[in-house]
């Protein structure tokens, strides 16, 4: 008896609509590194004084990537993913809270009044009177603290997750 064509493909190839496609996990995995060894030669090519700017377009695609592993991995890494993810979210929430309270002052009181000096929340720091490696280093800081919060509660999680199996 002849082995069927399942039986001879390879493991790692799947047949999806007559196509062999590579298991998404693999895929996944090369997807991430790409982007983490993307982002790491980024920072080393463009260090302090800055001659390159990323953009709307790479942190977009960085971001997009963040949530499409959160995704990707279940409920559990939505809670690690937003606290390693902190200083992004505040300084998204500095734009929110700045176009906002200007349009709801300018609607009440007939001008717009600003809650911080400039958003997002690095611009307010610089025009404060900060130097831009203090701003760096602060929120590189500030990175690092979130980061390890969210590998703490990663780490938790599958602790806790360990406990109920």
Do not use: I
């Not at 047949?15 to 298991?23: A, E, T």
């Not at 993307?38 to 302090?48: K, P, Q, S």
């Not at 606290?83 to 979210?89: I, K, N, R």
């Amino acid at each position: 008896m002849k082995p069927t064509v399942e039986a001879r493909r390879p493991k790692h190839l799947k047949l999806k609509y007559d196509v062999p496609v590579l298991n998404f996990a693999f895929n996944f995995n090369v997807r991430c590194h790409s982007m983490g060894g993307a982002a790491a030669g980024f920072l080393v090519v463009n260090r302090h004084p800055a001659r390159c700017f990323m953009g709307d377009t790479g942190s977009l695609a960085l971001g997009g990537t963040l949530g499409a592993v959160a995704a990707a991995a279940g409920g559990a890494a939505m809670l690690p993913l937003f606290l390693t993810s902190g200083v992004f979210v505040v300084e998204a929430l500095s734009v929110l809270v700045q176009v906002g309270y200007f349009k709801l002052t300018r609607r009440l009181k007939g001008e717009g009044v600003r809650v911080f000096r400039m958003a997002p929340l690095h611009h307010h720091l610089e025009l404060g009177g900060w130097g831009e490696v203090r701003v760096t280093v602060a929120l590189t800081a500030a990175g690092g603290a979130c980061a390890a919060l969210g590998a703490a509660a990663a780490a938790g999680g599958r602790a806790a997750a360990a406990a109920v199996l």
